[in-house]
Nanobody, 120 residues
């Protein structure tokens, strides 16, 4: 029905930057809030940033001033620009979206995850 496909993860040195992308496809009527979560080894999944369909944003305190979330509503895509990366940002990053299908049903969907490793 719906797929969220992430890209852009990888290995980067401390202080470096990465840009994650997540594109939604399928039987989509509309997309509400989109967000990025992350899960480090032996830790719970946590919200990193979220953006509403109107463009309002929310960030975890640990990434404020370093990460920027944005979205392209025409292409059902959300981005996460990550600057000044730290070793503690190392995690698997997951895209999440609340989507209304053409059938009228709403679901929350997850991407498959993309690994971000910050290391020298």
């Amino acid at each position: 029905q719906v797929q969220l496909v992430e890209s852009g993860g990888g290995l980067v040195q401390p202080g470096g930057s990465l840009r994650l992308s997540c594109a939604a496809s399928g039987s989509i009527f509309s997309i509400y809030t989109m967000g990025w979560y992350r899960q480090a080894p032996e830790k719970q999944r946590e919200l990193v940033a979220a953006i509403t369909s109107g463009g309002s944003t929310d960030y975890a305190d640990s990434v404020k001033g370093r990460f920027t979330i944005s979205r392209d509503n025409a292409n059902d895509t959300v981005y996460l620009q990550m600057n000044s990366l730290k070793s503690e940002d190392t995690a698997v990053y997951y895209c999440n979206a609340r989507i209304r299908l053409r059938s009228g049903v709403e679901y929350g969907y997850w991407g498959q995850g993309t690994q971000v490793t910050v290391s020298s």
